[in-house]
């Protein structure tokens, strides 16, 4: 299979081709945790899993390496620290949980690394030494500093050429008193409130590039495959990283990289001075993490999205049918012998992601797989290539599996309908309440079954009672949030 790519560094669509087929490597960049995350924070972070998963599906899941790093020292960590009167790693710890519980939520899976810049405080070091050897990083007033005039290629990911910056640079802005050039980033600087690491350059903390270069060359090695993140931070977080790294290794950083675009809140785009920021941890209190991931899914990841009520509650409608779905899907044993089963199931893949090897396109794979009917009808056109297998001509015996299959697994590619039926269904429906909304429900089941005797028997003011029971049980229901749903195996119940 084919995947494509657009690499931000070189501006077009590319095949992906890794260094590795056995030890596929892609790095994103986490948070910085000194408070709850945003939805913007969210999409990143479901954008590189569905990049991740669907390299698992290609290249097989032992053969992807994904790091997601946390950024645990960082001024604003130090500053709340402070003013809570606790140790930084009492913040850091308390607000790394909750986006690895967010995530979650979201049907994110795990990286296989999760890197903390406290614990790769030598690595920094180490690539700060040897920039400062070779001259592309001098100290200045207890600072450390990149010399950006000293690497040609500056600017190559974001456009942001020393030139160009230097074409904007203020009246007096480029005699800045540490620095010999006003561009010049920070590597090392002084420790801030005791918080600091005993260093060749002097007691500090690292600065925030240099954090991303050493977690991911200790994580994946000094040229990985794929690195992704915001576009907010093409400049200057990821430029900055490639100076740095690159200069330190005499090697490229990354070959590919993938950039999502913001978040929008209607015609604004989310931020704290416009008071519309939009936290996981808020959201998921009111949807299902499920519904909120399609959300995020449902623009191209190099589009904006625009975040509204009702694209949650769209979402939500489609998930509601596809679980409805779901539920009539039965999986039957796959035979033991190679057969059409095997070949078909080779051939799913490629079938089924399409639509996502080209640059991870969501949107249109929602579009042309919007349902358990449409899945059918494409799998069994897919089938007619395999006329001449014995089995095609008996394909009842296979073919339920065959297309609930191909229905079902695209769906797990995106991340979605990780859930049985009743689990989606009951949402998160304590134990005592589940015990009491059944209660009612069969209480209700037995008043309507009184009423339908009653009116057998001719007693029209029994049943007339019975049936007022039955609707004032619903409406019981109802305002609990329960939908009743009748059918011919009896009454089942749903979160509204």
């Not at 590319?14 to 490597?25: A, G, I, N, S």
């Not at 986490?30 to 913007?40: D, K, L, N, Q, R």
């Not at 074409?167 to 420790?191: C, I, M, Q, S, Y």
């Not at 039965?330 to 070949?343: D, M, Y």
Request: hydrophobic share 35%.
């Amino acid at each position: 299979m084919e995947l494509k790519l657009y690499n931000s560094l070189t501006r077009q669509k590319e095949v992906f081709k890794p260094q590795d087929p056995k030890r596929v490597t892609m790095y994103n960049c986490g948070p910085t945790v000194y408070s709850y995350a945003h939805i913007g924070n969210a999409r990143a972070a479901v954008v590189a899993d569905v990049l991740f998963r669907v390299l698992r599906h290609i290249y097989g899941e032992d053969h992807v390496v994904y790091a997601r790093n946390i950024t645990d020292v960082d001024d604003k960590i130090i500053e709340s620290a402070k003013e809570q009167g606790v140790d930084i790693s009492v913040i850091t710890e308390k607000y790394a949980r909750i986006y690895n519980e967010d995530l979650a939520a979201l049907n994110c899976l795990m990286p296989t690394h999760q890197p903390k810049a406290t614990d790769n405080i030598g690595g920094m070091i180490a690539i700060i030494e040897k920039l400062i050897a070779d001259d592309y990083a001098y100290a200045s007033d207890g600072h450390v500093f990149f010399d950006v005039s000293k690497y040609d290629d500056y600017g190559k990911l974001s456009g942001n050429t020393l030139e160009a910056l230097r074409g904007g640079d203020r009246v007096g802005e480029g005699e800045v008193t540490r620095k010999k050039n006003a561009h010049d980033f920070v590597l090392w600087k002084p420790e801030l409130d005791g918080v600091g690491w005993d260093a060749p350059f002097g007691f500090g903390r690292p600065g925030w590039h240099i954090e991303c270069s050493a977690m991911a060359k200790e994580s994946l090695g000094e040229t990985i495959d794929i690195h992704c993140g915001g576009v907010d931070l093409k400049f200057p977080h990821h430029e900055n990283e490639i100076a740095q790294s690159e200069c330190a290794h005499g090697k490229t950083m990354a070959n590919y990289w993938v950039h999502n675009e913001f978040l929008n809140m209607g015609s604004e785009k989310m931020s704290k001075s416009l008071g519309n920021i939009k936290l996981i941890s808020d959201l998921v209190k009111d949807w299902d993490g499920e519904v909120i991931r399609l959300a995020l899914l449902k623009a191209h990841y190099r589009s904006e999205l625009i975040w509204t009520e009702e694209l949650l509650r769209q979402s939500k409608a489609q998930l509601d049918g596809w679980y409805r779905e779901k539920k009539s899907i039965v999986v039957v044993e796959k035979p033991n012998r190679t057969s059409l089963f095997e070949i078909f199931h080779s051939d799913f893949p490629r079938a089924i992601l399409n639509p996502l090897l080209n640059d991870l396109a969501t949107p249109l794979w929602l579009a042309e797989f919007s349902g358990l009917k449409e899945h059918r009808a494409l799998a069994r056109q897919q089938l007619k290539d395999y006329e001449d297998y014995p089995e095609y001509h008996d394909m009842p015996k296979y073919d339920r599996y065959l297309i609930d299959t191909y229905f079902v697994e695209g769906l797990n590619v995106l991340g979605l309908l990780q859930k049985t039926p009743e689990e989606w269904f009951k949402g998160d429906t304590s134990d005592e309440e589940e015990l009491e909304i059944d209660r009612l429900v069969r209480q209700r089941d037995a008043e309507k079954d009184k009423a339908i005797a009653a009116k057998k028997s001719g007693d029209k003011t029994a049943m007339g009672a019975h049936f007022k029971r039955s609707d004032e049980i619903r409406d019981q229901l109802k305002n609990m949030g329960i939908v009743l749903e009748d059918g011919p195996d009896g009454t089942t119940w749903r979160r509204a």
